[in-house]
């Protein structure tokens, strides 16, 4: 099961380990707040997330965290 990285306004950075299939967390589990998810790019750089507006992208190895469509190759869309 993978691991995804998130960003909480008051707890910071945390990882929550999640099917693939499963939605993105929008609130922390610790605390309740609105949480982002950080999307880790195949280069492994982290990308930080657009708001959870990034769902066209959910794949084993999303390619970017861009709430408009993505051009590059690994990602299909
Ligand atoms: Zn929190």
Redo the contacts with the bound molecule.
């Keep these: 099961m993978p691991t995804y990285l998130y960003d ?4 910071g950075e ?1 990882e929550a380990e999640q099917s693939i299939s499963a939605a993105a967390l929008s609130h ?1 589990p ?4 609105d ?1 982002r998810r950080v999307i880790a790019g195949a280069t492994g750089a982290i990308v930080r997330g657009g708001g959870g507006s990034a769902r066209h992208c959910e794949r084993e190895t999303p390619c970017c965290g861009r709430a408009t469509r993505c051009d590059k190759p690994p990602c299909g869309h």
């Design positions: 909480c306004e008051e707890c945390f922390c610790t605390c309740g707040r949480v």
